[in-house]
């Protein structure tokens, strides 16, 4: 290391399968068939899955919870209505304030984000939140 160069903690493999695994689960415990995304801090993909019987749609908008969420290192659906609103035009359409999105992290420290739709805002929230807490993760803030 220097004073050019900074280490940055990345979730592995595994544990993105793992979350998205989890993530189906929990959402068929609800009777929801959810599309589940996992990406690195930068916002590239670590791991998708789509459950049987989810909307075409949910699988783009999981990615785009799961990169808000690790961009912003925020659970989605914090900002203020106009900013949401313009939100997916200003970062052509890879962002969403779609409540379903949180940050993974681990001791404070950021290492993926999660997205995870197809079921209400609310299941799908309840769904992340399961996921982060089979995992390990810190709560969401």
Known sequence: MNDKT???S?????????????????????GVAVSATVVDPGMSLVAFAKADGATPH?????????????????????MPADLAVTLPLGTGNLLTNVPGGFPLKFDGELVAGLGIAGGTVEQDAAIAKATLSALGCDEAS
């Not at 993105?16 to 609800?30: F, N, P, R």
């Open 6 to 8: 900074r280490k940055q």
């Open 58 to 78: 949910s699988a783009e908008t999981s990615r785009r919870k799961a990169n808000t969420a690790a961009s912003t290192r925020r659970p989605t659906g914090w």
């Open 10 to 30: 990345v979730i592995t493999t595994d544990a993105a399968i793992l979350a998205i695994q989890t993530a189906i689960s929990e959402g068929a415990k609800l």
